[in-house]
Nanobody
Framework: QVQLVESGGGLVQTGGSLRLSCATS????????MAWYRQAPGKQRELVAG???????NYADSVRGRFTISRDNAKNTVYLQMTRLKPEDTAVYYCNLRMFNRLLFRYNDYWGQGTQVTVSS
């Protein structure tokens, strides 16, 4: 079955950096788009960055220029390099796979357990 396991979160000061990893299994990683979302307390989950199977990327305006999403198809892993972190980046960060189900003709979302990122001011 699909498994997404995030790691790399932690406590960092304003202006610091962290790299999140999402190790995956149970599906063909190289042909699927991946994304990172985050959810802060009391707020809705929001898209942070996405990367297509071909390597095209997109970012939320709030993180563009500070965060970089990448993937290693040999390791079935997607990364999120976060730099110049701000207190407002504090959230639980989730790895996401959206896979098309051909039998049901719809997309299914899969999520990891999340990793906490806390940026102190």
């Amino acid at each position: 079955q699909v498994q997404l396991v995030e790691s790399g979160g932690g406590l960092v000061q304003t202006g610091g950096s962290l790299r999140l990893s999402c190790a995956t299994s149970g599906f063909t990683f190289s042909i699927n788009d991946m994304a990172w979302y985050r959810q802060a307390p009391g707020k809705q989950r929001e898209l942070v960055a996405g990367i297509s199977s071909g390597g095209s990327t997109n970012y939320a305006d709030s993180v563009r220029g500070r965060f970089t999403i990448s993937r290693d198809n040999a390791k079935n892993t997607v990364y999120l390099q976060m730099t110049r972190l701000k207190p407002e980046d504090t959230a639980v960060y989730y790895c996401n796979l959206r896979m098309f189900n051909r039998l049901l003709f719809r997309y299914n979302d899969y999520w990891g357990q999340g990793t906490q990122v806390t940026v102190s001011s």
